[in-house]
């Protein structure tokens, strides 16, 4: 388990949520799409000081053409309210968890993300073909439960109607989620230890910086 250094009495010193103080602030310019690749850092702290970070290939032209932000709650907390699952395994591996698929059909986890991940043109059209594509895989393999494979569809089914919406070319990954590091670059996208200030300081990647491994 991992504790989150964010604030408050006990925290190590640090706070993640530093970034979003009034107090300080911090500027960024991102290269191509959807934020997800950071060439340069600007913190300006309480104290007026500033510094500056750039990873390691960013040119001045690029710095100067760049889309730049001052960072705010949603540049991390960016799926509120509508999360859409960035992996599609992610969301299985929960259906499983939870017993709405069940661990005891054969080959449960790579069919769900084969049938939800495929392309379909519309969300009624995923829907009938995750049912029948369940079914029909099943209807091959003997012994399957037929109650667990009802139950498997309609949970497939309900996965894919919260995250993929193809009329609005919405799917898995569409949007990153940037509150952590497992599923996407999220706090690495500036916390890789190669943003790097003139002093050669680095915007820190340590493991410890932002999270603290806890004995149960
Ligand atoms: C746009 C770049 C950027 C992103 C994205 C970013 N940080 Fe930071 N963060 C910084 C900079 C710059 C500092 C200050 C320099 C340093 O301490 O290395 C900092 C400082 C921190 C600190 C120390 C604050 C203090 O109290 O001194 C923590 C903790 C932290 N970040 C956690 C995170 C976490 C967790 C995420 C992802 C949810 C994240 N950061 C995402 C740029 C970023
Ligand atoms: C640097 C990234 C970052 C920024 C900026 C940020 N947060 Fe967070 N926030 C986190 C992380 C990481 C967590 C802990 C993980 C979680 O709860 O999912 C968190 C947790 C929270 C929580 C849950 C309560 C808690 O302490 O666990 C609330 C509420 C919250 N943030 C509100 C905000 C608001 C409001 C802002 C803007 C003023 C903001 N956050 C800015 C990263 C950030
Ligand atoms: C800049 C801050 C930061 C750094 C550096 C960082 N992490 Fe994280 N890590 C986070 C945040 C924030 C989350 C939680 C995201 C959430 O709960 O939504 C997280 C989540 C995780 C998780 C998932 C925990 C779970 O229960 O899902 C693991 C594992 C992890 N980090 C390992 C590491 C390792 C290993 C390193 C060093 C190589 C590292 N982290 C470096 C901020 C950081």
């Given at each position: 388990m991992l504790k989150m250094h964010m604030g408050g009495p006990s925290s190590e010193g640090r706070s993640i949520h530093w970034h979003a103080d009034p107090a300080n602030r911090i500027e960024y310019v991102t290269a191509g799409e959807n934020?997800?690749?950071?060439?340069?850092?600007?913190?300006?702290?309480?104290?007026g000081q500033v510094k500056e970070y750039r990873a390691d290939n960013a040119t001045d032209q690029a710095i100067r053409s760049g889309a730049r932000r001052t960072m705010d709650c949603v540049d991390c907390h960016n799926t509120v309210g509508h999360p859409i699952s960035p992996t599609a395994e992610r969301m299985v591996d929960r259906a499983i968890a939870a017993g709405e698929v069940s661990a005891k059909l054969p080959f449960a986890r790579r069919e769900g993300v084969r049938l939800i991940t495929?392309?379909?043109?519309?969300?009624?059209?995923?829907?009938?073909?995750?049912?029948?594509?369940v079914r029909d895989f099943y209807a091959?393999?003997?012994?399957?439960?037929?109650?667990a494979v009802a139950r498997a569809a309609t949970a497939l089914q309900d996965v894919y109607r919260r995250n993929v919406f193809p009329s609005m070319k919405v799917t898995w990954s569409s949007y990153p989620e940037n509150k952590g590091h497992i599923t996407s670059p999220g706090c690495t996208r500036c916390h890789d230890d190669a943003h790097k200030a003139k002093d050669g300081s680095a915007i820190n990647g340590d493991c410890e910086y932002c999270h603290k491994e806890i004995q149960k």
């Open positions: 934020r997800q690749t950071i060439i340069y850092v600007k913190a300006t702290d309480a104290k495929a392309s379909y043109a519309s969300q009624d059209d995923a829907v009938n073909a995750i049912d029948r594509g091959k393999q003997p012994g399957a439960d037929a109650q």
